[in-house]
């Protein structure tokens, strides 16, 4: 043979070439200069670590790069349908990116920015195929950021119909492995029936000799190319010094299909090779199962069932209130002071003045001018804004932000540690056991029981049940609590609200009603003026006291009001027809209280003058009395509020003795209760509060709980969301969490019954491989149910919706 027709496969990618055209680096060989150039590029930023975590991980290397490709990535036109968010300073965007296979490139994507020291971060949604990137203006732009990824082989899919349009990640390749198991699986059982039942009546030697080889044929794809997965999972898990659960199974088909071969070679017997092919194709579908029941529990959820919040949209000049999953392009809506903007949207009215802080973490404000474009997740802080669609809801880019490591406080769940361990473990006691049963029917002479046993114990035997409990059971919790309008941030939120010790509520807005109120004003006469003016300012506030105005004043519209401050907890001032106006507590209005009724006051101040104060007499929730009893059972209960201690008594009445209250608390003062709490007492706190004036304590709280009352009450720094409805409901809610322990440890225990039972017959040798491989999936989906049926019961015996 010359040497010129040798082959070798590439160190990057791993295709084949012939040796006499290959390039080379580091005494290592590469099939093209692409190849070798993305090398050397890793080897430099010292990534070579990628070639460790899987075998040519390269696979999808682009070749070459055209000069010119991705120069239309510098029209404007066309970033602004790529671009989620850019200022001065940054830039974010998502691209899928359909190579995403392996963990070679998740470890790749995320240190992207040796690459490039223009790009800030990157992290990637493996399941979803999307990598979230954050970059440097002035260090970069979006075309050298595509063309890094191109240059590594990640070539982005652009989509100019907008990201929401992607193709989703869709694994037709397991399909197939498993169409092709499942076919092989038949014909070869087909041939091997055929020799079962010729027990009296023997099928003719040539025919049986046929059969065995035709089922020997249909056997070796299977092997390798159905049962791929295993092992190239096997053989990662070696290469990293760490054993998986796919080492046994690997093994198991290695044995089974050697065993089969040498068999029907030296027609001493049958062989094994249905049981091998049945192996493959039930192991397979049961995975294909698990992947389509974690899929359905995704804790990336859809951004509208996470945030069911709306915005006023106009309507031949009246606002309608709209979700904000259903604003379309060139819809015209309004956003008050406080609010997030939730579309990327044209300034049409209005002074907009911007805090960025929930998208890129600074709290510079910056003032937007009409016409200008506005990225989805800046608040409001200065006067009610009228604005322009320009894109609908982007889901994806609105749920990364909220669960930005800036505002998720919470670690992963000492169970998934624990359960490392375990798989650990268990799959070196099952290769232990496995080979112990060998060499025992070896030593005992009894051949086929010593092959049934080890094939069957590396095959029954399998921790996936054990690990995927804790998955399952958070999944159909994060279903039930949704169901009772109660959405979490994510899912390490219940590992969390099952410690809680201490909960801490906000009392306006609260656990009071908003728009069930009763309105007093005392004072001097407002002039219609005056009484317009009043009503202008409030209507750029969505605090509850200021909703309670406005309903009283009934005025039929608002002017826009150019010069206005809102002060979270205190109060209002602006600037309209030349006049001072300041609204709000007494404290920041700077004066006393003309009345002695209880209730909440805003004072009334027009050029330093006091000309009145209304007085605001909110009921209380219903069924908050009752909650309030429940919760005292089980924790240490505080209520905070910035009103004055009139209603000291009313709210003794709702507590018992043991409950804290404190008045003429600022936000700053909410928030530093909380933290003494934490450092004083060392106990797990909740805060339950408004998400527009109570967002310090939320954050600082191991658990912030957003009560919705108005429509778009949204925070970033809340990890939880309830409905104002469904406030009555919390202690149930805390409940069906620490539930979610039990249910992860017994369904843990029936899985480890049922492994233990299943060795038990395995190390006999009496448990057929076939069979083997059917228990094991079937194992998992009993663990979906179980732990379905007890979530669902476990609600409705706490009283909560389950359907």
Known sequence: MHTSRLATKCYHCGNEFQVNKHHSSDEKTFCCSGCKSVYELLNENNLCNYYELNEHPGQFIQKEIRKEKYAFLEDPKIQVQLIQFQNKNFTHLTFYIPQIHCSSCLFLLENIYKFDSGIISSYVNFERKEVF?????????????????????????LSLKGFESSPQAYDKALLYKIGFAGFAFANIMIYSLADYFAVQDPIEAKLDLLFKYFSLILSIP???????????????????????????????????????????????????????????????????????????????????NFFPIAVNKLVDGKGVPTLISELQEKDIFQIHSQEIIPVDCILSKGIAKLDYSFVNGESDIHEASIGELIYAG???????????????????????????????????????????????????GVLLLGFGSFAYFYFQGEYQLMWNALTTVLIVACPCALLLSQTYTYGHILNLFQKNKFFIRNAEVISALSEIKHIVFDKTGTITEIGNSSVKYFGRKLKPQEMENIYSILSNSMHPASQNVLSYLNQKEAKFIEHFKETLGSGIEAWIDDQHYKMGSVQ????????????????????????????????YKKGIKALFQKLTKQFKLSILTGDNDRERDNLKKLVSEETELKFY???????????????????????VGDGLND???????????????????????????????????????????????????????????????????????????????ILMPISSISIIGISYFWSRYSAKILGLKIN
């Open 378 to 428: 800046a608040r409001q802080t200065g006067s009610k804004i009228e604005l322009i669609t320009l894109k609908p809801l982007s889901q994806n880019y609105l749920n990364n932000l909220w669960n930005n490591p800036r505002y998720n406080k919470k670690e992963n769940s000492g169970f998934q540690i624990l359960f490392d361990k375990i798989a650990l473990y268990f799959t070196i």
């Open 695 to 773: 967002a310090g304590a939320l954050l600082q709280s191991h658990v912030g709980v957003a009560v919705m009352n108005q429509a778009n009450s949204f925070t970033p720094s809340s990890d939880a969301i309830i409905a104002s409805d469904s406030l009555d409901k919390l202690d149930s809610l805390i409940q069906l969490s620490a539930k979610s322990k039990s249910i992860i440890n017994y369904t843990f225990i029936i899985s480890a019954i049922y492994n233990l039972t299943g060795l038990y017959y395995a190390i006999q040798g009496t448990l057929s491989p076939v069979i083997a491989a």
């Open 665 to 687: 608390q600022s936000p700053e003062q909410k928030m530093n209760y909380i933290q003494q709490l934490q450092e004083q007492k060392s106990v797990p706190v909740m805060m």
């Open 222 to 304: 299977v092997l390798l190319y159905s049962a791929s997965d295993f092992f190239r999972s096997a053989a990662n898990s070696l290469k990293q010094r760490y054993i998986n659960i796919d080492v046994p199974i690997a093994l198991a088909l290695i044995i089974t299909f050697s065993k089969s071969v040498y068999e029907i070679s030296t027609q001493s017997g049958s062989g094994y090779l249905d049981s091998m092919a049945g192996i493959v194709f039930f192991m397979l579908l049961g995975r294909w199962m698990q992947s389509k029941t974690i899929s359905s529990l995704s804790f990336d959820r859809n951004f509208r």
């Open 133 to 157: 990137i954050q970059f440097n203006n002035e260090k970069t732009s979006l075309r050298n950021v595509v063309e890094t990824l191109e240059k590594i082989g990640y070539e982005p899919h």
């Open 588 to 619: 920041f209005v700077g004066t006393q209280s003309q009345t002695d009724i209880m209730g909440t006051k805003i004072v009334v101040a027009i050029d330093q003058e006091i000309v009145g104060e209304f007085v605001i007499e909110t009921p």
